[in-house]
């Protein structure tokens, strides 16, 4: 952990601080006061502007699941890079129905990036989006969208569908992963929706 004076940098606080008692023992003329002052608002300026300009560069990127009808089966997986750096952005759905891993088929070129084999590449603060539908994991796992929808119950509603989703991302020619925390969600069959378990 980094030491902080001040709610400052260690090292900025010294320096303010030095700046400061020059200022003062350099004599009782209030011009070499102000210089000094000056002096340490243009460090204090520089080092923010610094830690700004380290942000953007920092990859940083999330997901949203939305639903592409209401009340339907059809998500889009919308990605959004919130950096200045090109990256290329990984998910694994970690699916399962009533318990039971379930992988997602799905006739989409794009069914590799549900099971992390596949990346999105999304450009700086720019959105990428792909879709997938519950009825083609469901069917993985044997069942049906209406049987789920039929056995639908307060008891069952987190074990019928749930996923715990990953999400990874890395700056586009480096193989520096940055993970996300994993997002759990459940289908919930009786209200035809997604709902986040946090």
């Known amino acids: 952990m980094k030491r902080k004076i001040f709610g400052l940098p260690a090292w900025l606080a010294a320096a303010l601080i030095l700046v400061v008692v020059l200022g003062v023992i350099s004599g009782n003329r209030a011009n070499n006061l102000i210089h000094f002052l000056t002096l340490a ?115 069952n509603v987190r074990s019928q569908l749930y996923l715990n989703i990953e999400f990874w991302y890395n700056p586009v020619g480096t193989t520096d992963e940055v993970k996300n925390p994993k997002q759990p969600h459940y289908f919930d069959f009786r209200n035809k929706m997604m709902i986040t378990d946090f």
Not at 42 to 51: G, L
Not at 85 to 99: D, T
Not at 101 to 113: I, V
Not at 139 to 144: L, R, W
């Open 41 to 155: 608002a243009v460090i204090c300026y520089a080092y923010y502007t610094y830690v700004i300009a380290k942000d953007a560069w920092t990859p940083s990127a999330s997901f949203v699941l939305v639903p592409i009808e209401k009340k339907g089966h059809r998500f889009a997986f919308l990605i959004k890079n919130h950096s200045k750096v090109s990256l290329q952005c990984w998910c694994k759905l970690n699916a399962s129905v009533y318990g039971k891993p379930a992988q997602l088929e799905s006739p989409h070129n794009d069914k590799d990036f549900y099971g992390g084999k596949t990346a999105f590449d999304v450009q700086p603060f720019g959105v990428a989006n792909g879709v997938f539908d519950i009825s083609d994991i469901v069917k993985s796992a044997g069942y049906t969208v209406e049987e789920l929808e039929r056995d639908a119950s307060s008891q």
